[in-house]
């Protein structure tokens, strides 16, 4: 597989930091220099360290408006450009390299807020093995998966992932398919059935006969989907730059006209000062980062700034199945005990022998005897039989557990005695002292809190709610009654789960919720991915906008709530600072605020507009403490 057609360069991202870094660093090294220098040696020396210190924040804001201009976008940017021109121009240096400097200060905060959105894809390349277990002559050769071919017979060893696509050639196979297909059991695989890449293998070592290359194969595939789907979100634009238009063209006016009636060039240069928008620039930013941070604090992880301008409009909302909206892992449903055996003895005995077992079924047993505080005994003479079931003594009785035909056979029957078997469920039967002794049936429950956080999302203004899942119908039909949802989409592939979502979202602005790698390209299509990260894929945190750290889903709610009052909190930051420039410029196109006063009246409003950013930080409290 070739991981670098894939994976995003962190390089390009840590230069681009440092280039900021550096770029806030010269106007800020000009102003105490000039300032110094203008203590002893007088104004002109210190204008022209002034001046140096506007010049490369100038160039790269004028390369920036550039490259915007000829991608169509228009910013708020071209004020500060004017403004550090015009100083120049009119000898108002040492205003100028403050607007220089609350220019790159302001940049380096949004790149702080923005740089939370570059993520790798190294985990989930990481999933799959480096190399293989090659069959080559009469022994293994270790391969590196790249020079894997079809027609290769590979060893795969407990635990291992598939590297390739291929089918089952030698022995059974007990695969945990989980990750690829959202089914929550493991499944068994008998010789010449096909495996996908991507899933483990969750018992004893078979061979697998290649069919396709690794970069040929289904987990291949889904990483070329993630990432195509990531890079065709279109980019948001920034906040501020929504009033960029009408504020530039009422700032040029007033600056032109003050210019042309007074013919002092001084109270043009002071307009722009007062009108560079670092309020828009910087309280924006702060905001972002602030309702980040609080998010953190409730185990929300957002990955960029644009979630919580689009998490408010969200009125369509997808949930995977498994591990989403359900626990992602086997629990007693129900037991059944044969006439005579009690359910403590059952689940004893049982329970006892499933000690000895690390498959998920028989850990969900022993979990359930603690549970009901059911002593367990250890068990002896155990005998492990992959894909079939486990037999051993407890305390000198034979206890058999496992699939229904392999106890069946252990007492002498054909079969076991018929039962009802809800939809989705797994069976397991039990043998004591040779003879049936009844079965226990295991669920992927459903989530306590997944009603009420599909209900909390609803009163936030979420209007269509679907489920879908590549679980079959009979059981996402169910689970999505229990839930009250408005569609349910069973038997999805991962390009099936991408198709929904871009329909979705050509009606409304969609979010989708998963935790698998067969969620991850969905994720990355949706306007909003977000991600159960606290045991989901990391195929699906990669992908995903959202990361809920802790297994809660009721977090969505808060996620939408932080998003909401984040936005309302900059809005507002931005509309109080557009009014106090607005004033500032009256008076300096007045003749009230020369260029000097006037950058600093700007950096008092810039505190305030800050100030009041921060109070999206503020409103961590209200939630309560992160579970």
């Known amino acids: 597989m070739n991981t670098s057609a894939v994976t995003p360069s962190k390089g390009d991202w840590m230069a681009s930091q440092w280039r900021t870094i550096a770029l806030a660093a010269v106007p800020a090294t000009a102003l105490i220099m000039g300032l110094a220098t203008m203590a002893m040696a007088g104004g002109e ?9 506007i010049v490369p924040v100038l160039i790269a804001l004028l390369v920036s408006i550039v490259r915007s201009l000829s991608r169509g976008e228009f910013g708020l940017d071209i004020i500060a450009a004017l403004s550090m021109s015009g100083a120049l121009l009119a000898n108002e240096a040492l205003a100028g390299v403050v607007v220089a400097l609350m220019y790159s200060g302001g940049q380096l905060l949004e790149d702080y807020a923005q740089g939370r959105a570059q993520r790798e894809m190294t985990a989930l390349l990481g999933r799959v093995a480096r190399t293989a277990q090659v069959y080559r002559g009469t022994g293994l050769v270790e391969t590196p998966i790249e020079q894997l071919q079809p027609g290769d017979r590979l060893l795969v060893r407990a635990s291992e992932i598939i590297p390739a696509d291929g089918q089952v050639h030698g022995g059974a196979a007990l695969l945990d398919e989980s990750s690829m297909t959202g089914e929550p059991m493991p499944v068994h695989r008998n010789v010449g059935d096909t495996v996908a890449s991507g899933v483990a293998n969750a018992g004893a070592p078979f061979d697998l006969l290649l069919t396709h290359t690794a970069a040929n194969s289904t987990y291949a595939a889904v990483v070329r989907l993630v990432d195509a789907a990531r890079f065709s979100k279109a980019p948001v634009a920034r906040l501020a730059d929504q009033y960029a238009l009408g504020f530039l063209a009422v700032t040029v006016a007033l600056a032109g006209g003050a210019w042309f009636l007074t013919g002092e060039a001084s109270r043009a240069v002071a307009v722009l000062v007062v009108a560079t928008p670092c309020p828009l620039i910087l309280a924006v930013p702060v905001a ?7 998010a953190a604090k409730r185990g929300l992880l957002f990955k960029s700034a644009r979630i919580l301008e689009v998490l408010p409009r969200i009125r369509t909302v997808m949930f995977d199945k498994t591990g989403t909206v359900t626990d992602g ?13 009690t359910e403590t003895d059952l689940i004893a005995l049982a329970a006892s022998l499933a000690q000895s077992s690390q498959h998920t079924i028989s850990q969900a047993m022993v979990a359930e005897a603690r549970r009901r505080d059911i002593a367990l005994t250890p068990p002896t003479d155990v005998e492990d039989i992959p894909g079939d079931g486990v037999r051993g003594l407890i305390a000198q009785i034979p206890v058999v557990i496992g699939r229904p035909d392999f106890v069946a056979s252990s007492v002498g029957a054909m079969s076991l005695p018929p039962g009802e078997v809800p939809p989705g469920s797994t069976v397991l039967g039990v043998a004591i002292n040779r003879r049936f002794a009844g079965r226990l049936i295991f669920m992927d429950s459903m989530r306590d809190d997944a009603v009420a956080t599909i209900a909390a999302l609803r ?16 059981v996402a039909n169910d689970i999505g009654k229990r839930l009250g949802v408005d569609e349910v989409i069973a038997e999805a592939t991962p390009q099936h789960k991408i198709d929904a979502v871009t329909e979705a979202k050509a009606k409304a602005p969609t979010m989708m919720v ?6 991850a390209p969905a994720l990355a299509a949706a306007d909003i991915g977000v991600a159960m990260g606290a045991r989901g894929a990391a195929a699906a945190a990669e992908a ?8 809660r889903i009721s977090r969505l709610g808060e996620a939408m709530t932080v998003a909401r009052q984040t936005r309302t909190i900059a809005l507002q930051s931005v509309i109080v600072g557009l009014a106090l420039s607005s004033a500032g410029m009256v008076l300096a196109a007045l003749g009230y605020l020369p260029p000097l006063a006037g950058a600093l009246t700007q950096e008092a409003i810039d505190v305030a507009v800050v100030l009041n950013a921060l109070r999206a930080l503020g409103h961590a409290d209200r939630t309560g403490p992160a579970a």
């Open 45 to 53: 020396a210190a204008a022209w360290i002034f001046a140096a210190g």
């Open 288 to 294: 972002i980062v602030a309702g980040m941070s609080r």
């Open 329 to 341: 892992y086997p629990k007693v449903a129900s037991i059944e005990p044969a006439a005579g055996i």
């Open 459 to 474: 009163a936030g203004g979420v209007a269509t709610v679907t489920l879908i899942t590549g679980d079959q119908a009979i």
């Open 514 to 519: 998963g935790d698998g790698i067969n969620d």
């Open 544 to 551: 995903a906008d959202i990361v809920l750290l802790v297994d």
